[in-house]
């Protein structure tokens, strides 16, 4: 990845937080999360540090998904019905993905300020963070989310709110522009148009599709538990303990290999691109 300009917003906090949660809530199993732990050990033995690192903050994460889920190598030792687990999950994922793309919107200003784009900023952005939350705030209002679930009733709180932000949005998405053509001449009002007009087909996108993507950190896991109640069924046959271990070693590859994929896809595109902009350069000092 290019590195970022200077005076920007680094990711690298926000990408260190999310890869680990989302890889945790899609592969969360106890008996997984010690393979990565073990993995993670013999990286850092190898003296692939960096790597090491990664994969032991990301077990750490595995292993406290599958403490809350309760799974170990697919065995389910404790924790809720299934379908309220997983019907519980989805809401949580769609709810939890609507404010990471506010959040990225709010970068997404906090780079135009930090590079001295004020006017951009609050013309034309800061408006599009408004609408984003009043058109995420509607989809989610669509979805029957089971809000007598601890934490979820408190996060839907600004959902509340989706038909003042509306009128808000939508006023402050035709004034900004206006505002900052006079400003700089109606010569520019093309520019800001045309600026205005991706910034709207972005949030659209944002509070629609993207938003919906982050189901897929509740699907994985519920693909889990359908491969796991497979392999289960292989104790009930002669050798079965034997043939289970090795079907577990198979799923834990290829879910640890889609997990990996989908939490890169949820970071790169649903997030970064939002407000991350490779414009800087890595420095290399001088050798004398």
């Given at each position: 990845m290019v590195p970022p300009r200077p005076a920007s917003c680094r990711p690298s906090p926000l990408v260190a937080f999310l890869f680990p949660f989302f890889f945790g809530w899609m592969y969360g199993d106890v008996g997984y999360g010690l393979l990565l732990l073990l993995m993670a050990l013999v990286l850092m033995r190898l003296g692939k540090r960096d790597w090491g690192l990664i994969w032991l903050m990301t077990s750490f994460?595995?292993?406290?998904?599958?403490?809350?889920y309760g799974d170990f190598f697919g065995i389910r030792l404790w924790g809720n019905g299934v379908e309220y687990t997983y019907m519980t999950g989805i809401a949580a994922a769609l709810l939890f993905g609507f404010y990471i793309m506010l959040i990225a919107f709010l970068l997404k200003i906090a780079n135009l300020i930090l590079a001295g784009e004020i006017d951009a900023a609050l013309g034309v952005y800061a408006p599009i963070a408004v609408l984003y939350a009043a058109i995420g705030s509607l989809t989610l209002r669509l979805i029957n989310m089971p809000l007598d679930v601890p934490g979820l009733g408190l996060l839907l709180g600004i959902t509340n709110y989706a038909r003042e932000l509306l009128y808000v949005g939508s006023a402050w998405v035709m004034a900004g522009p206006i505002a900052v053509g006079?400003?700089?001449?109606?010569?520019?009002?093309?520019v800001i148009g045309n600026e205005m007009a991706l910034a709207l087909i972005e949030v659209f996108i944002s509070a629609t599709a993207n938003i919906l993507s982050f189901a897929r950190l509740e699907i994985v896991h519920i693909a889990h538990g359908f491969f796991?109640?497979?392999?289960?069924?292989?104790?009930g046959i002669p050798g079965g303990i034997a043939l289970y271990i090795v079907v577990q070693l198979l799923i834990a590859a290829f879910e640890g290999f889609l997990t990996t994929i989908q939490s890169l896809r949820l970071i790169y595109y649903e997030t970064l691109s939002k407000f991350y902009r490779g414009a800087g350069r890595l420095f290399e000092p001088q050798s004398l």
């Open positions: 994460a595995v292993i406290a998904f599958g403490l809350y006079l400003r700089y001449g109606l010569s520019h009002m093309r796991s109640a497979s392999a289960k069924a292989l104790l």
